[in-house]
């Protein structure tokens, strides 16, 4: 099987509240070659995360209801599935590099798609290649 052909086939986690915005991360997500799961919020994701070992890349909103908000699950889910890559987004606040967990980046809203979508394939490539 084709490098490109385990790429398409890595999943991506989209937390978005918002079903719109989720919607449209979700087709980002797509369009990038990558297969989406969704969740609505971090209790959902985690859920998600537990069931399903395939998932290689998180990419989720900071500010949604639940148990906690999209930073917090973007340090819990790099303590328990280290090697995941992360991606933050948020359009009420920008997240300071410091804040992120190691491996995390973070898009403001509006984010370019062309951007998100090369840091997920940078992802996925390190993925490929651990």
Not at 77 to 85: E, S, Y
Request: hydrophobic share 50%; charged share 25%.
């Amino acid at each position: 099987m084709s490098r490109l052909s385990h790429l398409s086939r890595l999943k991506v986690l989209v937390v978005e509240d918002d079903p719109l915005l989720r919607l449209d991360a979700v087709d980002l997500v797509e369009e990038a070659g990558f297969e989406a799961v969704e969740a609505a919020n971090a209790d959902e994701a985690l859920r998600l995360l537990e069931r399903d070992p395939t998932i290689r890349i998180l990419f989720t909103d900071v500010d949604m209801p639940g148990s906690m908000d999209g930073l917090m699950l973007a340090h819990l889910v790099h303590h328990r599935w280290p090697p995941m890559a992360i991606l933050v987004t948020s359009g009420h606040l920008r997240v300071r590099p410091e804040t992120l967990p190691e491996n995390g980046q973070f898009f403001a809203k509006p984010y370019r798609c062309a951007q998100v979508q090369e840091a997920m394939s940078r992802a996925a490539h390190m993925a490929l290649a651990a």
